[in-house]
């Protein structure tokens, strides 16, 4: 299977470079008849377009996504769908020097020496603008979701810039759209601001933790044991550029509890079980337990500064490099669209996972309780 | 594929439950005339047997790895290799309460929700004895790298149990096999000794961070986008049980860092490029560097505990449950070896993949610096 | 994914050697809650197994399944089912001579070339013995058809052996299991036993045609447009041993007809569409049109014969080889069984496939007609 | 994986519909450094396009080729390349009695009972216009493998259309590309000529079956027992619009055979093993020997065709079809690029997957003999 695909039912193919005349992605084994259009994909990519504030880089790309296959009088065939999103602002010279000079903490080195040969300009395949096609292919997933999970929702938001943590306190989802930094904490939206605003006028960029939560996913998703629930979400958000760290539910943080305090108790509720806690993120075994699926990953710094790092050309020169181009001075910040977007495609895809080998209607479980 | 599967020309595919008759591993696309017998094997899994010390599980099992098939005369012939291990020290009568009552922060209910069966006995599938057969591959996978990479070093050590972290400035690798919880740092593996000795007797658990460290992996291994070699360290980590959050490098911490002190530098070296620093993780855009990579994951505490918590039966009654049987205080000290074996699998089916696409020996670079 | 591994839902991995001490297959992806235990399987198993009559060879083997994992108080859990067939009539003495000598028409030169090492005794990995896991895991998915395709009936015969083609204006189902060649057609059962004693003795061996038949297969099961119905299933008979050919329903002779000819007529029948013939095997686009699906396949001579032939050693010498061993004089004979297992698993693969994808109960299609 | 994918590590997935406004085809896995454009593409295409002689659709389709990603400058850079084909000559009204009426013998009525949607436009997803992007896709596969197997030649040709086989005794390679059918018998191209005409006049179609060849092909690719080389190949040609039947060397002719006659004797010749005749088509045990890759495959007529056939329409009623578009009288002409392209795919993925596993130059063999 292609590295460049993901997913076993429902799978999704990213194509191609930063630079190049298009990108895209080829989405298969979406279900027959889903309502589809251009316009719907385009909402969730406007979302992530770059240039929308100052926090984000002035790149200014349309990300116009154009379907070109699978979809036929408004709804979907069960063919793969091609999205592709052209690239119009290709002002190259911005990235000559970078043909020749590494940047520190970039793919650069590693694509150079693996292949002996690389799209430099603004990174190639490694840009970020390959989450593009991810979030298209998110909103495929959702709309074959939006009947299949009626009452998913699934919200990402940013919990941490730098050491500026939000405060879990404060937290009011209706306000995750209403700052740049998508951030229900009104309060930490405030201090952001003031700290990335420095940040970038000094040409500096920082990392940042997204949390993205699925409510609505019913019991019974996943499979043991290498295509755990989890274990395809941490591979997916890990799979996003710049992501260091993935946790689920308690995460790092369930090391330092005892068993005790660790097991979410289990009480008989109305429709099913409920819990006391959710340190589990709403998976066990790697399989949902109906709670919210809660996720988490943390971002590193942009590595295209204005700050001056030395580092070598290919010739093994030894150099400064300054990166100008148009940069997001905090990636983490666009992440939160695509984090949705990969939740999106994994749960669409143990969605149809579980009915192809379970078989029964989504959301019932073969082991009854009570 | 099987979701009991991993890897794409190295693949292991596990099967067995905790209380059958057996256990294993099919592990094929290994390649022909590595030298292999049942004795390297057991050297592994050794490390990883129970009942070695007080602080992991009592129970009794010699987990002896039989090979089935693909391997002649000592070495191995390209053919799927059956590793199979008997499962001797079962004791039902131990876990006949859990085939009624879930365990809170456990498998229990997830696999009766989804399947409407399940081998109760001792976990089933979902038991960390899974994990013997995972060993049993990562030595597979070990003897085939000793000749392609013969100076990489896989090493896993514990770095933190519950609120206890081990301390870096103390790091002593030749500790790691002196003390019972694999840690380099001597002195905390004093405290954690009476730190855990006395949860043990409360019948409590506690949980803990592992780190696996590769050095001697050349760079270019890898692949974007989805086939990324953190994204397959990620998977592989995660699909462990009781892993909850996995990161690369500085992980979690890059997001508190900014650009410029995230950048590892480069400066030209007598072997190629040396780095200031490895926040990377030896991984650049899903590539290996050449430095080390850096992997930790958090293990949650042990669920099957003799703390009286409340749960649900399969009725639907709410009843309180204490685990008897013979559980480990803290997983997270046999999941050491299970981390590295992770670790070889993952790095081996990526040499194996890269010389598939790039051809060329392994650890010879296409694209030459200076 | 590994080369001894089919399926994309179901999956099955074989593994083992023709002397080793075991062979066997992970079964994995099975729907939960499938009756099943030993006895059934061997059913199947006992159709194939050699020794039962002078056409066959006369190494015995009792081919004695065990079902070591995946299935808990006589039902499937959903769980790898690893099928474990020891081996016990290891008479290698037969055997001695190939180590060196390469058999014409046989794996033995090609396994050498490629691999520098090969498990020589009866054939490693290249055995026919490989089969019976085939058989095996076959009837892992005749037990979960037998509930998801309740009309299901997959039946294969013989009709060719040599020159010799059955008569299908004599074919009567009710005669295959009357005869040691599996075959509906009386009279060629007659005219065959003669034809293969007589090449028995002479030390010879012959070809053969199968074809394999399944009714009661609904509209819609395959996928465009290289996971078609039809490639599957050429796939699956195409890596039986000695299998050179596979043909859907008109097969070869489809190239000899008009698109007059060639057009199944489509008529409104009380339960749906209708068809004045079935060239298409009923298939059509990859996809299956509720008419029987019709197979066949040619399996080649057994190249392990008494007959000299002119070979070469490893070391380059020009000789002869003569193979004594115990062989099948037409192993078309035994690959009937194996050709109805490969066609089950493709079937309930697609099964499973079809409701992950397209959701639904199995046999119910989207598209209504009339 | 996606159903509208191929190959373990040089991947090709296809996407698009006949009247949309694209088609194509994203190939993964391509090794770095391969010198491609595309013009070379387009060389490949013009073989396969259409309307160039009376005898192929009047359909004008100028199947310009555009790479869209993963070259650089010329070489490819080890990245998705995507391969875009726009659909120009789209007279729907040409389908328009289609949209309501099944075609016997086509995939119309298959798709609507599985997805209960369909692109009818031209055939949809299921028109042989999809082979232009396998046309596409097997340049990559030339252009990549020109380099790895230089002595490589893959030959692709007629031998049957209808009842007229053409005379092997007759062949002349040079031949091939002086006919409009694409046979080696200059003497049945002028039997086919006059039996072609009549048929296209009559509004009827016919059957074919081509042959394809590949020498230069070193011993050793392919692997056991799902993953051999025939298998792959039966699957990649079975996947064609309209095959309904694969052979591999002897083929079916190979049932007919006693084992003596079929067992290819071995001779040690200067540079490695040769063989007296070649029965297997340069396949052992799923492996090639070294000998020419001999594989045919049958391609049924047409089945959108002037004579009326009855069938039925979507509301059940019974009436007649007549389809008048503008098709192929023999679709078989046109599948012999198609059959080149799907054999140069699978011979490139298995020299990846071979260099993979067991490392090494290209046509280097491990076992030595002599």
């Not at 069960?78 to 602002?89: A, S, Y």
């Not at 495929?140 to 405060?167: E, F």
């Not at 629930?229 to 997916?236: G, K, Q, Y």
Request: one cysteine or more; proline letters at 5%; aromatic letters at 6%.
């Amino acid at each position: 299977m292609s590295t460049n695909s993901f997913g076993r039912i429902f799978t999704v193919t990213t194509w191609g470079e930063s630079h190049g005349p298009a990108l895209g992605a080829v989405v298969d084994g979406c279900p027959p008849g889903v309502a589809l259009d251009e316009t719907m994909l385009q909402g969730w990519l406007d979302r992530r377009r770059p240039g929308q504030n100052r926090y984000t880089t002035q790149r200014q790309e349309p990300d116009r996504v154009e379907i070109l296959s699978g979809v036929f009088e408004g709804r979907s065939t069960g063919m793969p769908i091609q999205l592709l999103i052209r690239n119009t602002d290709q002002r190259s010279k911005d990235y000559s020097e970078i043909s020749d000079r590494f940047r520190p903490g970039h793919a650069d080195i590693t694509y150079w020496q693996k292949y002996g040969i690389r799209d430099y300009r603004g990174g190639g395949r490694s840009s970020a603008r390959e989450t593009a096609a991810r979030v298209a292919a998110g909103g495929v997933a959702r709309a074959a979701l939006a009947s299949l999970l009626p009452d998913l929702q699934i919200t990402g938001y940013m919990v941490q810039m730098g050491p500026h943590k939000a405060d879990r306190s404060r937290f009011d989802m209706a306000e995750i759209t209403r700052n740049p930094f998508w951030t229900p904490d009104a309060g930490a939206a405030e201090t952001w601001e003031g700290y990335l605003s420095q940040l970038r006028k000094s040409g500096n960029s920082v990392g940042a933790v997204v949390e993205v939560v699925a409510s609505g996913v019913p019991a019974g998703l996943g499979a043991p044991v290498y295509g755990k629930l989890d274990t395809d979400i941490a591979a997916a958000m890990m799979s996003i550029n710049a992501v260091k760290g993935v946790e689920i539910g308690a995460g790092f943080d369930a090391a330092m509890l005892t068993g005790e305090e660790n097991a979410d108790e289990i009480f008989m509720g109305r429709d099913g079980p409920e819990y006391s806690s959710n340190h589990a993120g709403g998976i066990l075994g790697g399989i949902s337990t109906g709670q919210q699926i809660v996720c988490r990953f943390a971002v590193k710094p942009t590595s295209s500064i204005l700050k001056p790092r030395r580092t070598i050309t290919r010739a093994g020169a030894q150099v400064e490099i300054v990166t100008r181009g148009r940069h997001d001075p905090c990636v983490g910040i666009r992440a939160v669209p695509v984090g949705e977007a990969m939740m999106a495609c994994v749960l669409l895809d143990h969605v149809l996972l579980h009915r192809g080998q379970i078989g029964g209607n989504v959301g019932e479980t073969r082991g009854r309780i009570g």
